[in-house]
């Protein structure tokens, strides 16, 4: 059974990188119907906020990245972790380490002063005397020495490294008693039965020490991918600027989840050079496996015309909820059809999607300066009293075509021009002489709404 988990410190909010990593794991786990868990990391009770933690589950409910069973938090754990440290020393894998920070202080200083690497030297790890007074201990983990520690990587391949170059009996049980990182996540993944760790790749490095613990408890060693790094255009690390934002923030600026998950999925992860992937699609195909060795480059170009794919496909209802985030609240029927039909194609996000719904569904406040100058001149109030006139004798009218054929008798008969007819309209129901076709507006807001809005033009101007 494959068992996979995203583990965030809620030390800030959720950023792209962690989503891409929650979303490889949660399709790989879903793909094979295992299990995909998540867990909280607040060991750190000094840096993580309650707030970061509720951020991030907002935002796995809003990419609708489902977990299974209760979210396991660290903090709540430090009993358990307590016992595997009692039994590390029991068993004589771990020992109480007295050096002193100052003592600690002047080994890395001699070290550096040697040109060695600075590590811990083992001075406590035989230790049979009497320790020193007034100090409390750290436990420390015995690591073996001269040791290969090999593993294979699923993306990266086959990792080894010698003990006695990375690592040193490093701490597992700080002073006060708390435990240190490396140790938890790894007591953690065992006991959370994970099968397949996927985290971004700068935890490579801590892979060996995590499987230091690994086999000292005896628990079964997981299957490791470590994912590369999301880069801007210019290969530095993605900074707030160039997107590295809050994942809710993409949620403020009208991109959809869908087009926010098909965008992370391939930022690292390719099948062919398909660019659309549907939910059905991404289960199908995802393979941690092809994730891509090297780093990829961030491109919010590429996000937002694959929001602008979504929003031109979307079925109604669904871009109906993701309008009411903007205070867009329209039901369907034939009319708001039409009007989503008419604007879909040129969204580039759900805000200015919103915004061009609005423009249309409320009256205009204002009129645009040089619009009016433009097109509000010659005899355009006797235009469009008359057509007011014509459109008042001319009975029910509801569907685009119908006010489009009104609108052609009317030009014939008085001979006018469209531009000269259609440009006033728009002002007077928009608010500017851009819109979509006029016709589909004035079926959009109706008979009686459009005569209003023109009474209303003639007046102020
Ligand atoms: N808590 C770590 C982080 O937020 C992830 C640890 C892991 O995935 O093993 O970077």
């Not at 009007?339 to 915004?355: G, V």
Request: one cysteine or more; proline letters at 4%; a negative charge.
């Amino acid at each position: 059974m494959i068992t996979t988990r995203f583990a965030p410190s809620p030390t800030g909010y959720l950023h792209i990188g962690g989503l891409r990593t929650a979303l490889y794991s949660y399709l790989w786990a879903r793909k094979n119907e295992g299990k995909f868990l998540l867990r909280i990391e607040d060991t750190d009770l000094a840096r993580n906020s309650q707030e970061a933690t509720v951020a991030i589950e907002k935002a796995f409910e809003w990419t609708g990245l489902a977990h299974d069973g209760e979210v396991i938090y660290q903090s709540k754990r430090f009993d358990l972790y307590k016992k595997y440290i009692q039994q590390l020393l029991d068993e004589d894998k771990a020992y109480h380490c007295y050096m002193s920070r100052e003592e600690l202080d002047d080994l890395r200083a001699t070290q550096k002063a040697n040109k060695q690497r600075t590590k811990y030297d083992g001075k406590y790890r035989d230790f049979d005397s009497t320790p020193p007074e007034g100090i409390s201990p750290v436990v420390r983990i015995k690591s073996p020495i001269n040791r290969v520690i090999t593993f294979t990587d699923g993306i990266k391949g086959e990792i080894s490294v010698n003990s006695d170059d990375v690592l040193d009996d490093f701490i597992i049980a700080r002073s006060d008693g708390t435990p240190t990182y490396n140790f938890v996540v790894a007591i953690d993944d065992a006991l959370m039965r994970m099968s397949d760790v996927i985290r971004g790749d700068d935890h490579l490095s801590n892979t060996p020490k995590q499987i230091i613990v690994y086999e000292a408890l005896g628990f079964e060693i997981p299957k490791f991918y470590h994912v590369p790094m999301i880069l801007n255009s210019k290969g530095q690390k993605l900074s707030k600027r160039d997107g590295a934002m809050d994942v809710m923030g993409y949620k403020d600026e009208g991109i959809l989840p869908v087009a926010l998950l098909n965008f992370l999925i391939r930022l690292g992860w390719s099948n062919g050079d398909q660019e659309i992937f549907s939910k059905d699609e991404m289960l199908e195909l995802f393979n941690p496996s092809n994730i891509n060795k090297s780093a990829s480059a961030y491109n919010y170009e590429k996000l937002i015309w694959l929001n602008s794919h979504y929003i031109k496909t979307l079925p109604y209802q669904e871009l109906i909820e993701e309008l009411k985030y903007f205070d867009v609240d329209i039901s369907i029927n034939e009319k708001k059809e039409i009007l989503i039909d008419s604007l879909r194609e040129r969204a580039k996000t759900i805000k200015e999607f919103a915004q061009s719904i609005n423009t249309i569904i409320k009256a205009p406040v204002e009129y645009e300066a040089k619009g009016c100058k433009k097109w509000l001149k010659n005899e355009w109030k006797e235009i469009l009293t008359n057509y007011v006139e014509y459109l008042k004798n001319s009975g029910d009218l509801d569907l685009p075509e119908e006010f489009e054929k009104i609108t052609d008798d009317f030009m014939l008969k008085n001979e006018i021009k469209l531009r000269n007819l259609a440009q006033p309209l728009r002002i007077a129901m928009v608010g500017s002489p851009v819109s979509p076709s006029v016709f589909d507006v004035i079926s959009i807001i109706g008979k009686d709404e459009l005569i209003a809005r023109v009474e209303k033009l003639i007046t102020e101007k």
